[in-house]
């Protein structure tokens, strides 16, 4: 069923008038530079400090449970392996579930969506599901993988939020937030 909806994807929705987009939107986020540089700036602003500490330990749990634990131990190939295409990306290095983009697009935009409670949040949201729709559209990655990347980037937020809230009243982190 995911070749099936991932071939249907391309079939009707790839168009050489939006292959640049969605190559920009996928490599904008892919190597972390992003990610890093936002969470940074979180953190130096008093008043978004918190919702940056959160994200960072999101992406860094992350990391360990897509990169680190998933990936190598589920090995599944990617599906430009099994189905031939005219590829628009390079061949990607690493496996296939779960993906990595839209996890860390979500530990990160999830973080920020819970802590915060303005405009930019959707905005984020709305970029994240930009990002996840890539994966598809550039066919890097079956349906299953961005789905599984959306819940565990969403459980990471989750956990750093509860984590990070377990010592908000700590004296170092008080210190650390002030």
Not at 31 to 39: C, E, I, R, S
Not at 72 to 91: G, H
Request: aromatic content about 12%.
């Amino acid at each position: 069923m995911d070749l099936i909806i991932l071939v249907w994807i391309h079939q009707h929705l790839v168009h050489e008038q939006l292959n640049g987009f969605f190559i920009i939107i996928t490599n904008l986020w892919g190597n972390g530079a992003l990610a890093v540089v936002l969470t940074l700036i979180l953190i130096i602003k008093k008043e978004t400090r918190l919702t940056g500490l959160i994200i960072a330990v999101s992406l860094i749990l992350d990391i360990l449970v897509v990169n680190l634990t998933l990936k190598p131990l589920v090995a599944r190939p990617r599906p430009y392996t099994i189905y031939p295409i005219e590829m628009l990306l390079p061949d990607q290095k690493d496996f296939s579930f779960p993906s990595g983009h839209s996890a860390s697009v979500f530990a990160f935009v999830w973080a920020y969506f819970i802590t915060r409670k303005d405009r930019l949040r959707w905005i984020l949201l709305g970029f994240a599901l930009l990002i996840c729709f890539s994966r598809l559209y550039l066919f890097v990655h079956y349906p299953t993988d961005v789905l599984a990347g959306i819940v565990i980037g969403i459980l990471c937020a989750l956990s750093s939020k509860w984590l990070i809230s377990k010592f908000t009243n700590e004296p170092w982190m008080i210190k650390l937030l002030e």
